[in-house]
């Protein structure tokens, strides 16, 4: 079964706008990754964070971990049409480096 | 680019035939995962390799096998092929540390007639 949840499915939004996406998990993590993927291509990896973290910033991305709820979200800023794809988020489950997958979040950004 | 490389990038097989996938890791990792995706899914982990040895299985039947060479390559089997094993199929290739980051390659997607 998977581990994480994305929230919400898809979104739609216009350029330049800010994206948030949510994930749920449901065991306790070592660290959680965010990943894109472009028209069912490979994933790429967006930004680690690890449990004892709350907060990390990359570029446009933010990213937030609260382990108490276990969630997360990105937070894309100025979104751009490029940033079109599916996110989703992965958590170890402290079982090595097994990482286990949402059913992601399909992000439109409309120029 | 992540370094890691998959082949080939399509492939067409009819039920009940074998197929291999190969994986070329990304220089200086040891650990390569396999993860299967189905259409509008997310990938799910199929098993783990470390240091030639498997380090980690999902719930995949025993048809699904793999290997890891000495040079950190890897290849996924899958025996008597099934409609539903029609997916993308990706290989991420890390190194057992701290930081645990992995790295994808671009996928092989398998169909099966």
């Known amino acids: 079964s998977q581990q994480g949840e994305e929230d919400p499915q898809a979104l739609s939004i216009q350029e330049g706008e800010n994206a948030t996406m949510n994930c749920s998990y449901k065991?306790?993590?070592?660290?959680l990754q965010w990943y894109r993927q472009n028209s069912g291509r490979g994933l790429v990896h967006l930004i680690l964070?690890?449990?004892?973290?709350r907060e990390k910033h990359s570029g446009r991305l933010r990213v937030t971990l609260d382990t108490s709820k276990k969630s997360s979200s990105l937070l894309i800023t100025a979104s751009r049409a490029a940033d079109t794809a599916s996110y989703f988020c992965?958590?170890?489950?402290?079982?090595?480096?097994?990482?286990?997958f949402g059913t992601g979040t399909s992000l439109t950004v409309i120029p | 680019e992540t370094g890691v490389t998959q082949s080939p990038t399509h492939l067409i097989k009819t039920r009940g035939q074998q197929v291999t996938l190969r994986c070329s890791s990304q220089?200086?990792?040891?650990?390569v995962s396999w993860y299967q995706q189905a259409l509008g899914q997310g990938p799910q982990f199929i098993f783990q390799?470390?240091?030639?040895?498997?380090?980690g299985r999902g719930n995949f039947p025993p048809r699904f096998s793999g290997l890891q060479f000495p040079n950190y390559s890897s290849e996924l089997n899958v025996n008597a092929l099934e409609l539903d094993d029609s997916a993308l199929y990706l290989c991420?290739?890390?190194?057992?540390?701290?930081?645990?980051?992995?790295?994808f390659g671009q996928g092989t997607r398998l169909t099966v007639v």
């Open positions: 065991t306790s993590i070592n660290n």
């Open positions: 992965a958590t170890d489950a402290n079982t090595g480096n097994q990482f286990y």
């Open positions: 390799y470390y240091r030639e040895e498997e380090n």
């Open positions: 220089s200086g990792h040891n650990t």
């Open positions: 964070i690890r449990s004892n973290e």
């Open positions: 991420a290739s890390s190194f057992t540390g701290s930081r645990r980051e992995a790295f």
